[in-house]
């Protein structure tokens, strides 16, 4: 049997499951079982595959016909410009997080020295290529889960910015710190019922803590959003990942809550995603 052949079968195999990006899965559990990257894998279609190998491919295409991420079997996710070690005990990183990224860069020059706080670093993947593309900026992430912040801790030393951001195990209601230029923070905000909906990779896998965002889904927004008042400097900038529905009720709060300049960016699917505003008092 070749690739070509064992690629095909187990496409059709997730397929069966509706694993919509059944052939991409296939493609990258091949790369991990053959040790290669998935361009090798594709280049080379017509060579043989070997007995053992088959029956490794086979063990982690059943794990992903269980609804396992792939990015659990394979421990990576690619974000932005880099590649993150990620297990069961973080968010796996979206590229719609990306946008983060994005608005944070567009107001810090390459050599900005400014102090940003990050809310909720999960695997680190934020704090990280912030620091990577601004190295002289100064990053503390917070995250409630001790877990997660082992994770973002491994992400750091892998990409050698261990000593340039301070991560720390703490609930933001319980940190009180210095005044930051800016604070970023892709709080979980998806409501109790949606959370039922949502595909079964992320339903049995992803941690709850890191997902539901409560009844209304606006919580933990509200909770960050008061506690920026003390957290941030005058005229410091909060930049939220958001629910696509979410922009008007938050804009209103906001406003309620001394910030202003507020505007909503769009991800590549055309949903509110990412939303700046200004703190004004």
């Given at each position: 049997?070749?690739?070509?052949?064992?690629?095909?079968?187990?496409?059709?195999?997730?397929?069966?499951?509706?694993?919509?990006?059944?052939?991409?899965?296939?493609?990258?559990?091949?790369?991990?079982?053959?040790?290669?990257?998935?361009?090798?894998?594709?280049?080379?279609?017509?060579?043989?595959?070997?007995?053992?190998?088959?029956?490794?491919?086979?063990?982690?295409?059943?794990?992903?016909n269980q609804y396992k991420p792939v990015a659990h079997i394979i421990n990576y996710k690619f974000f932005w410009k880099?590649?993150?070690?990620?297990?069961?005990?973080?968010?796996?990183?979206?590229?719609?997080?990306?946008?983060?990224?994005?608005?944070?860069?567009?107001?810090?020059?390459?050599?900005?020295?400014?102090?940003?706080?990050?809310?909720?670093?999960?695997?680190?993947?934020?704090?990280?290529?912030?620091?990577?593309?601004?190295?002289?900026?100064?990053?503390?992430?917070?995250?409630?889960?001790?877990?997660?912040?082992?994770?973002?801790?491994?992400?750091?030393?892998?990409?050698?910015?261990?000593?340039?951001?301070?991560?720390?195990?703490?609930?933001?209601?319980?940190?009180?710190s210095n005044k930051y230029d800016i604070i970023i923070s892709n709080p979980p905000y998806i409501t109790n019922s949606?959370?039922?909906?949502?595909?079964?990779?992320?339903?049995?896998?992803?941690?709850?803590?890191?997902?539901?965002?409560?009844?209304?889904?606006?919580?933990?927004?509200?909770?960050?959003?008061?506690?920026?008042?003390?957290?941030?400097?005058?005229?410091?900038?909060?930049?939220?990942?958001?629910?696509?529905?979410?922009?008007?009720?938050?804009?209103?709060?906001?406003?309620?809550?001394?910030?202003?300049?507020?505007?909503?960016?769009?991800?590549?699917?055309?949903?509110?995603?990412?939303?700046?505003?200004?703190?004004?008092?």
């Amino acid at each position: 049997m070749n690739l070509q052949q064992i690629l095909n079968k187990a496409s059709s195999q997730l397929k069966l499951k509706n694993i919509k990006s059944y052939k991409l899965d296939s493609e990258l559990l091949l790369a991990k079982t053959l040790n290669v990257s998935r361009e090798e894998v594709l280049l080379n279609l017509n060579k043989k595959i070997e007995q053992s190998e088959i029956k490794k491919f086979s063990y982690y295409i059943n794990l992903r016909n269980q609804y396992k991420p792939v990015a659990h079997i394979i421990n990576y996710k690619f974000f932005w410009k880099y590649k993150f070690f990620v297990n069961k005990d973080v968010l796996i990183p979206r590229p719609e997080t990306e946008l983060i990224i994005e608005r944070t860069l567009s107001i810090l020059t390459k050599k900005s020295k400014k102090n940003i706080l990050e809310i909720g670093t999960g695997s680190g993947c934020v704090a990280v290529s912030l620091i990577k593309e601004r190295p002289n900026c100064r990053i503390v992430a917070i995250d409630k889960s001790p877990k997660a912040i082992k994770v973002a801790k491994k992400n750091a030393e892998i990409h050698q910015v261990g000593k340039k951001i301070n991560f720390l195990n703490i609930d933001v209601d319980k940190y009180f710190s210095n005044k930051y230029d800016i604070i970023i923070s892709n709080p979980p905000y998806i409501t109790n019922s949606e959370l039922l909906s949502l595909d079964k990779d992320v339903k049995l896998n992803e941690p709850k803590i890191a997902l539901s965002g409560g009844f209304s889904g606006l919580e933990i927004f509200f909770k960050i959003i008061n506690k920026c008042n003390r957290l941030l400097k005058n005229n410091g900038m909060l930049i939220l990942e958001i629910g696509h529905k979410q922009g008007n009720k938050l804009k209103q709060y906001l406003k309620s809550k001394g910030f202003n300049k507020i505007k909503i960016y769009k991800d590549l699917s055309g949903k509110n995603r990412c939303l700046v505003s200004t703190k004004n008092h």
